[in-house]
């Protein structure tokens, strides 16, 4: 079993709609929690990063991390064309040091017109 | 400033080659990162550069592959001979000195893409 779980998808919305992704976890020791955007051909660049539990917004976007749960997700709102991309949650177990990124398989969405 | 680059962006080869990548990290960035990224999966760590010292290979398949981070700045990744299953992305990332961001951000180039026939 993966220590990171993610639905591939793909997903399809209209233009416009909320777009929820979601990753689930196993191992309690992930401390930092992040949303990478992958678009077709080109590398992850990060959205957004959130340290235990809460939410973290950010104009469009909003992470949220319930720890007790093993649970993380990112809200986008008003959706366009432009968010068309692989979306990837990643995970760290510690800071302070260089350190290991535990990715999920990525989530494939598609904004229709 | 430029991002984190990489070359050459595609390469095929056929099988039993040997083939190279290059990585040039962002400036001042003491940490570099090899990635391996299948299709549809996400990326899985090769090896982990401090500055000239690998300090984390332990997922490299040390029979095929081997990495060099030479002066602490480019670093290059070979495998020796390419099998069919190394077909994949191979990214590269580099993130600055651990403690000047609470994230450690790692930033990616645009990755080669390996074909190996």
């Known amino acids: 079993q993966k220590e990171v779980e993610q639905d591939p998808g793909p997903l399809s919305v209209p233009e416009g709609a909320i777009v929820s992704l979601n990753c689930t976890y196993s191992?309690?020791?992930?401390?930092?929690f992040m949303w990478y955007r992958q678009y077709s051909r080109k590398g992850p660049e990060l959205l957004m990063y959130t340290y235990s539990s809460g939410n973290k917004e950010d104009g469009r976007f909003t992470a949220q991390v319930d720890k007790s749960s093993k649970y993380i997700s990112l809200f986008i709102r008003d959706s366009q064309p432009s968010d068309s991309a692989t979306y990837l949650c990643a995970m760290i177990k510690n800071t302070g040091t260089a350190s290991k990124l535990t990715f999920g398989t990525g989530t494939r969405l598609q904004v229709t017109l | 400033e430029a991002g984190v680059v990489q070359s050459p962006r595609y390469k095929i080869i056929e099988k039993k080659q040997p083939v190279a990548f290059w990585c040039n990290p962002i400036s001042g960035h003491n940490t570099l990162y090899w990635y391996l990224q299948n299709l549809g999966q996400g990326p899985e760590l090769l090896i982990r550069?401090?500055?000239?010292?690998?300090?984390?290979d332990s997922q490299l398949p040390k029979d095929r592959f081997s990495a060099e981070r030479l002066k602490g700045v480019d670093s290059t990744l070979k495998i020796q001979p390419a099998e069919l299953g190394d077909s994949a992305v191979y990214l590269c990332a580099s993130s600055a000195k651990a403690g000047t961001s609470g994230s450690n951000e790692q930033f990616f180039g645009p990755g080669t893409r390996l074909t190996v026939l």
């Open positions: 191992n309690s020791a992930f401390q930092y």
């Open positions: 550069y401090e500055n000239e010292e690998a300090v984390d």
